[in-house]
């Protein structure tokens, strides 16, 4: 019996209400992403110094860096998307498709093309883009259909309709 609430001004409200929450979140998003793009040379590169002077050996072995591996302080930047993540289920806030894509669903590691992940173009079975979590093997498909859109653009234009 009550009046109808619009959509868009439901949404406003929402981020009115919680502006501190989504700067939290804006944060720990941010901190994430630069943390998984600090490489391991930094800190390896440290430790050999300090090897070299009492053993050469060891420090040999460790100036040898495999590209391969997993960003330094990746297991904090997991940590972020983790808490970002709790944060948006806690309070029910709904994360952006681009920040949720951006994510790995298994390990939480953020997925950044070429350090943390790789991107794939796919003709098969469908054209899609597969971008591929490097420390947890996790495959993310994302359709690339012409005229295919995302629920937030096709919402956006219903309103515009009205
Ligand atoms: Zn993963």
Not at 44 to 50: F, I, P, Q, Y
Not at 57 to 77: C, F, G, H, Y
Not at 126 to 141: E, Y
């Amino acid at each position: 019996m009550g009046r109808k609430s619009d959509p868009v001004a439901k949404a406003k409200n929402a981020i009115a209400e919680n502006t501190q929450v989504y700067q939290r979140m804006n944060f720990l998003h941010q901190a994430a992403i630069l943390l998984a793009n600090i490489p391991k040379e930094a800190t390896t590169a440290e430790l050999a110094a300090k090897d070299h002077s009492t053993h050469p050996k060891s420090a040999v072995n460790s100036s040898r860096i495999d590209t391969t591996q997993e960003p330094a302080l990746s297991p904090l930047s997991r940590h972020y998307c983790n808490t970002m993540k709790q944060i948006s289920r806690k309070l029910v806030l709904r994360l952006d498709p681009n920040v949720k894509r951006s994510i790995c669903k298994t390990c939480e590691n953020i997925l950044i093309p070429s350090v943390t992940s790789s991107t794939r173009v796919k003709s098969r079975p469908q054209k899609n883009i597969t971008i591929t979590c490097r420390s947890c093997n996790t495959k993310k498909r994302l359709v690339s259909k012409r005229g295919h859109e995302l629920w937030t653009n096709k919402s956006k234009d219903k309103q515009v309709e009205r």
